[in-house]
Structures are given as C-alpha cells and as structure tokens.
C-alpha cells in the first residue's frame, strides 16, 4: 500500500484571508451541501452507474473502497490554499443524485483560477438538475470565491459533459488526445447572466 503524506497547510504557503468553507446552498430544485456518513447508500449507487465511471474515468472500485472515496469527500469541505478541493452533495428529495466540486488552483486575486467538476446518476439526466447545481457552483466560485476564471477538463469521450460546459457558457480552449479543456472567465460569466436577466424580464 502507498501512502500519501500531506503536508501541514503552514507549509503550503500563501492561504485565503477569508476561506471558503463547504456552505449549503439551495436552488429551485435541489440541495447542495457537505457530505455525510448517511449518503453511503446514495454513493454506492453512483459508484455502480457505468456511466458516471466512464464519463469520469473512474475504475471498478469494491464496496470498501468506494465508501474510502466517499469518506475523503467528506473531509473535502475547505477552500484555503492551492489545491484544496471542495465537493457538495447534489440532493433531491432527500437523496444524493450526484455532487459538484471545486478544485483551487492559483490564489493571487488577479489571476485566482478554480476547477469545477460534476457528476450525476444516469437515471436523473434528462431533467436539467446538473445544470442548475453546477450554475450554483458556478455563483459561488464567482462569487464567495472570488475567482476570475473557472476551467473544465472533461474527457473528449464525454459529450453529455461537453454539453453542459456549453450550456453552462464555457468556450473551449484548448484539446490533447483524452482530454478537452473548457474556461469561463468572470466577465463572460457576468455577460451571460446579465442576458439571461434581460431575456426574462422582456418575456411577455
């Protein structure tokens, strides 16, 4: 067995004067929040969609290691430093249908850049949830977060993904032979749900 040592976050160097720390955040249908050790059931029926594996990469993990992934979730609840990682459970109804993350990767305030990730069970798609809980992630790398540009890297594989970056406003940057690169600047982002306003307001 490998392990990983991390090192104390007074080592790793330059940290938020105002972290983020995994918040709950509601939209019209859903609940995004931290994970807890009750999901283990909703996990496991993630972990076993073939599709969300293949959108993401994932190998076949046993039940042990699949409730190992779901308790380092757990403790991903902090944005501080480069490199923290926050996931939020996506919940419906009272059950987990998939999560969104954020991963940091620069800090200065210019430059702040984050990741955005997100999955879902297969027999929820079709309903506009992974829009709606990604728009909210979106808000608060934006927002709370302070970022000034949010990147995607999505399997070239995975066009359902592909096609939510675009719906979500993202413009493709850039492609290697696995993988697809989406960015959304802060601006663009500013543009975008200022139309969206203006449309609905103009609706008859």
Same mark, same amino acid.
């Given at each position: 067995?490998?392990?990983?040592?991390? @090192?104390?976050?007074?080592?790793? $160097?330059?940290?938020?004067?105002?972290?983020?720390?995994?918040?709950?955040? /509601?939209? +019209?249908?859903?609940?995004?929040?931290?994970?807890?050790?009750?999901?283990?059931? +909703?996990?496991?029926?993630?972990?076993?969609?073939?599709?969300? %594996?293949?959108?993401?990469?994932?190998?076949? %993990?046993?039940?042990?290691?699949?409730?190992?992934?779901?308790?380092?979730?757990?403790?991903?609840?902090?944005?501080?430093?480069?490199?923290?990682?926050?996931?939020?459970?996506?919940?419906?109804? /009272?059950?987990?249908?998939?999560?969104?993350?954020?991963?940091?990767?620069?800090?200065?305030?210019?430059?702040?850049?984050?990741?955005?990730?997100?999955?879902?069970?297969?027999?929820?798609? $079709?309903? /506009?949830?992974?829009?709606?809980?990604?728009?909210?992630?979106?808000?608060?790398?934006? $927002? @709370?977060?302070?970022?000034?540009?949010?990147?995607?890297?999505?399997?070239?594989?995975?066009?359902?993904?592909? %096609?939510?970056?675009?719906?979500? /406003?993202?413009?493709?940057?850039?492609?290697?032979?696995? @993988?697809?690169?989406?960015?959304?600047?802060?601006?663009?982002?500013?543009?975008?749900?200022?139309?969206?306003?203006?449309?609905?307001?103009?609706?008859?």
């Amino acid at each position: 067995m490998t392990l990983t040592l991390h @090192r104390p976050r007074l080592l790793r $160097g330059p940290a938020l004067e105002d972290p983020v720390v995994a918040p709950v955040l /509601g939209t +019209d249908r859903l609940l995004l929040r931290p994970y807890g050790v009750s999901d283990a059931v +909703d996990w496991l029926a993630i972990e076993a969609d073939d599709h969300v %594996r293949a959108g993401l990469g994932w190998p076949q %993990r046993t039940e042990r290691q699949a409730l190992d992934h779901l308790r380092a979730r757990r403790h991903h609840t902090v944005l501080s430093q480069v490199g923290d990682f926050l996931a939020l459970a996506v919940e419906l109804d /009272g059950h987990v249908i998939g999560d969104v993350s954020l991963h940091l990767r620069t800090l200065a305030e210019e430059t702040r850049s984050v990741e955005i990730g997100w999955l879902q069970r297969s027999d929820r798609c $079709g309903h /506009g949830y992974a829009t709606e809980a990604a728009d909210a992630a979106l808000d608060l790398a934006f $927002g @709370r977060l302070g970022a000034v540009l949010v990147t995607a890297v999505i399997d070239r594989a995975n066009a359902p993904s592909a %096609r939510l970056a675009r719906r979500l /406003g993202f413009r493709l940057a850039g492609t290697t032979a696995a @993988r697809a690169t989406w960015v959304l600047a802060r601006e663009e982002r500013a543009a975008s749900t200022n139309a969206d306003i203006a449309g609905r307001a103009s609706a008859p």
